[in-house]
C-alpha cells in the first residue's frame, strides 16, 4: 500500500495542475484543491521573457530584478522577494494549520520552494529545484518549519528525467 494522502493543493498553473492530478490519479486521492497563492514568483514585466529579450524590452524590470533588495517590486506588476516570502508563508501556514495531523501534497514552483526553503532554515538552498523532485516540510502548530527531506528525485532515474539536467529547457532556472 502507498503512501495515503489527506489532499493534494496546486498551483492553478497548468504544469502544476496537470502534475497534481496525475498524483491524485495514482495515490487514488480525489481532493485536488487548486490555490492561487502557490503559483510562482510574479515577474511583472519580465513574464515571459528571456533576459537577453528583456534587457531590451523591460530594462527597468531587469534592473530591478537584478537588485540585491528584497523590498523592490518589479516594474509591471511583479512582486518583490519580501512580498514572495509572504504570500509562500501564507500560503504553505494555511495549508498547515487546516490539515494539522495529516500528511498532504503540494504542487508548486521552484521559486516557491526556494522561498519555502529560506522560510524553514534562515539559509538559501543551494543549487537549482529539480522539477518533480519531492521536498518534506512540516510546520507544527506553533507554526515551526522543518524540513525533513529536500530534493529527492531517485524516482525520476528510471524514466531518464534526470539525463536533461533538472527538467527545464535551456532558457530556465
Not at 516540510?137 to 525533513?148: A, V
Amino acid at each position: 500500500m502507498g503512501l495515503e494522502f489527506a489532499a493534494i493543493y496546486s498551483s492553478d498553473l497548468k504544469r502544476a495542475l496537470d502534475t497534481a492530478q496525475a498524483i491524485a490519479d495514482k495515490c487514488q486521492c480525489s481532493n485536488v484543491i487548486v490555490r492561487e497563492n502557490l503559483r510562482e514568483r510574479c515577474l511583472g514585466d519580465l513574464e515571459g521573457l528571456t533576459r537577453s529579450e528583456a534587457r531590451t524590452a523591460a530594462p527597468e524590470a531587469l534592473k530591478a530584478f537584478m537588485k540585491n533588495n528584497d523590498f523592490l517590486p518589479i516594474p509591471g506588476g511583479g512582486e518583490s522577494l519580501e512580498q514572495l516570502c509572504v504570500r509562500v508563508q501564507n500560503a504553505f501556514e494555511q495549508i498547515a494549520s487546516g490539515s494539522l495531523g495529516k500528511r498532504v501534497v503540494v504542487v508548486t514552483h521552484g521559486g516557491v520552494l526556494r522561498t519555502a526553503h529560506i522560510l524553514a532554515t534562515g539559509l538559501p538552498c543551494s543549487g537549482k529545484v529539480v522539477n518533480a523532485s519531492i521536498n518534506v516540510f512540516r510546520i507544527s502548530d506553533e507554526k515551526d518549519w522543518t524540513i525533513t527531506c529536500w530534493g529527492a528525485a531517485s524516482h525520476l532515474q528510471d524514466i531518464g528525467f534526470l539525463d536533461t539536467g533538472f527538467g527545464g529547457d535551456k532558457l530556465s532556472g
